[in-house]
């Protein structure tokens, strides 16, 4: 993608800008991917679990065409974006990174539709967690994705591979899935931007589901906007250039309990060194505690709503192909039987309680903030015993965790300087609130892009 947009981080607009002066076409675009990850992938931890070269060969070549016949492009038009693999796309298989659910899907997932519509090129299914059920990424049947910015290290999950797959310039953009942080965990761990929307505001039709009651689908990206722009799409929205702001008169709560807990020295560096950026440049911070917060580990206990969900979802392949499945992962599914109905309905009415609790206390700020992830991405050998694992993996969803529980929408922004370990700020808001929480996400983007 360098030789092409003369930059290590291509935006979707300038991606999209050099098409239009016609400095490369939509095939030289997917080119540039496609030699990434024939030069970058390794066959024994893949980015790709699958490439799609036929289908995106014949999308970017009409791409071009269109655009050769003065046909008004697409929102995304010509633009290569890699998928999740746990969203169907017709003829392939929606495996969810797992080694037992082998049949092809019938149709596109709706999202994919959309994408096509707005001329995106699908590049392939991208690696990720088994059945999306991990914040570390790993994945024992396809290997899992080194960091790109910190060899040796775990790329974050569970939407391992998207995170990896932009950040190695094999895609401009990537679309996962978000049910406990699984966008913003490797978007942070990747240098990247994740944005996870409120649940009801893209559709899941064709998703394989981990959480009915979380799962959320939102893009990784270079940007914010970029993360706007392809957010217009899945949402059925027109997009629109995310206008001017400044964070001058902003009022932002940092929480004193809970999200700030156990953070590691160089998280904690980035985050105060943000903070004091948004002050110098008129924001106020209130630091406070946060009530509602203090709930959210009683509403996780027993594995929650994942265990109940996924177990529900899985019971049947569990009891006949239990052994197909990511030990790590099966555990924590086979929690879910011991949630009776009575307790899930018990659940369903706290989570209710604690929503509206959360909206309530929102209401006197712009937004909340937080590191998205109070450590950096863990070395590949500090997660290699089961203990070890189980306590990262909880510490890692910690925070991001929050905006699914409560359903608010929320975005992760890189925040380290060059000779740090990759970490991420992230900005929370209330439901419904995503178009204003983009707006003062790119205002604090253009922030700490000006700051040493």
């Known amino acids: 993608m360098k030789t092409l947009a003369g930059s290590h981080e291509p935006t979707l607009q300038a991606l999209l800008d050099g098409m239009r002066d016609g400095l490369w076409r939509s095939t030289d675009l997917l080119d540039a991917c496609f030699s990434s990850i024939d030069s970058k992938d390794n066959p024994a931890a893949r980015v790709y679990t699958k490439r799609f070269d036929r289908t995106a060969r014949a999308e970017a070549a009409a791409a071009d065409r269109l655009k050769a016949g003065g046909v008004p492009p697409g929102e995304l038009a010509g633009l290569p974006i890699a998928l999740k693999a746990l969203f169907d796309v017709a003829g392939e298989i929606t495996h969810s990174g797992s080694r037992g659910w082998q049949a092809p899907a019938s149709q596109d997932a709706l999202i994919v539709s959309r994408l096509r519509r707005a001329g995106a090129v699908i590049t392939g299914h991208t690696n990720m967690t088994e059945f999306a059920y991990s914040g570390l990424g790993l994945n024992p049947h396809y290997g899992t994705p080194d960091n790109p910015l910190a060899p040796g290290r775990i790329p974050g999950g569970s939407s391992s591979g998207a995170a990896v797959a932009v950040a190695q310039g094999m895609a401009a953009a990537a679309i996962g899935s978000d049910t406990g942080g699984s966008v913003r965990i490797p978007a942070a761990f990747c240098g990247l931007v994740g944005f996870k929307p409120s649940q009801q505001r893209i559709p899941r039709d064709g998703t394989f589901p981990l959480s009915d009651s979380l799962d959320s689908i939102g893009p990784i990206a270079r940007s914010v906007d970029c993360c706007a722009r392809l957010d217009a799409v899945l949402s059925g929205r027109s997009y629109q250039p995310l206008a001017p702001a400044g964070v001058r008169g902003l009022r932002f709560v940092v929480p004193s309990d809970y999200m700030l807990d156990n953070m590691d ?87 209710q309680q604690r929503k509206q609790q959360a909206d309530r206390w929102l209401r006197d700020y712009d937004g909340l903030l937080a590191p998205t992830v109070p450590v950096v991405p863990p070395r590949f050998d500090e997660v290699t015993r089961d203990e070890d694992y189980a306590r990262l993996n909880l510490l890692v969803l910690r925070n991001p965790t929050v905006a699914n529980m409560l359903d608010l929408c929320a975005l992760s922004l890189p925040n380290h300087t060059p000779d740090e370990l990759p970490s991420g700020l992230m900005l929370v808001g209330r439901n419904g609130s995503d178009r204003e929480l983009l707006r003062q996400a790119a205002a604090l983007e253009a922030l700490m892009e000006q700051t040493p």
Not at 281 to 293: D, K, N, R, Y
Not at 300 to 329: I, K, N
Request: glycine share 6%.
């Open 265 to 351: 020295e160089t998280v904690a560096r980035a985050f105060s060194r943000s903070l004091k950026s948004l002050r110098d440049a008129g924001a106020s911070i209130i630091e406070a505690p946060a009530p509602v917060l203090s709930a959210i580990p009683e509403l996780m206990e027993g594995g929650g709503f994942t265990a109940a969900e996924s177990y529900f979802v899985h019971r049947q392949w569990l009891a006949e192909h239990g052994e197909l499945y990511d030990p790590r992962v099966r555990s924590r599914m086979e929690r879910g039987a011991a949630i009776s109905a009575a307790d899930y309905l018990e659940l369903c009415r706290r989570r």
